[in-house]
């Protein structure tokens, strides 16, 4: 979506239902740094009910944080912490894990993208403005955490969609692969609502 059109409160409506359904379960929102207060004011805003824990602050503290963490309904993390707390995460499953700005793991050999892909979550969801800014390669890597295998292999998707980027074919069969997972909305098809 573009900026301004409330990805993270759709986010968090996500969260929810599901938590309305499922009580005593967990999710995790893995943000910028200078987005993780932005995300807990957000969650407080939307819906108080819901029980927030923010992971910052020394490895001795975050550790502590995580030891509890399953006492929260929302769990807020960095994409650099993240991969510094990784193995503690991953031990989890989530009900939800959250990509924001998630064109951070556009690259899939990054520790950003390697380490989010070793998360257990029941449903995955990213939210960006910019799935792709360079290369087609970009939405490999983000397809790569939402569905694993959906797009094949890395170096097959290479072959097939990015060295024939110039066949129409190729192209149009991608983006009937894709469509039915990403909701697009630009400013000028909803400011009015």
Request: glycine share 2%; net charge positive.
């Amino acid at each position: 979506d573009d900026m301004g059109l409330g990805k993270p409160l759709q986010a968090i409506s996500a969260i929810t239902q599901h938590h309305q359904k499922f009580p005593n379960t967990t999710s995790l929102v893995v943000c910028p740094t200078s987005l993780t207060y932005n995300w807990k004011e957000e969650i407080n805003k939307f819906n108080p009910q819901l029980t927030t824990l923010l992971i910052d602050g020394t490895p001795s503290q975050r550790k502590k944080l995580l030891n509890k963490s399953t006492e929260y309904d929302v769990i807020i993390t960095s994409y650099t912490l993240l991969q510094k707390d990784i193995d503690t995460h991953k031990k989890n499953t989530y009900a939800y894990c959250i990509l924001d700005e998630a064109q951070h793991i556009k690259n899939r050999t990054t520790r950003n993208a390697k380490s989010v892909k070793n998360l257990q979550a029941l449903h995955r969801l990213i939210l960006t403005g910019t799935p792709i800014e360079n290369s087609l390669d970009e939405l490999w890597s983000l397809f790569d955490f939402l569905m694993p295998g959906l797009l094949s292999s890395y170096e097959r998707f290479v072959e097939k969609y990015v060295r024939n980027s110039a066949f129409t074919d190729s192209l149009k069969q991608l983006q009937k692969k894709v469509a039915p997972f990403i909701l697009r909305r630009m400013k000028e098809d909803v400011l009015d609502d």
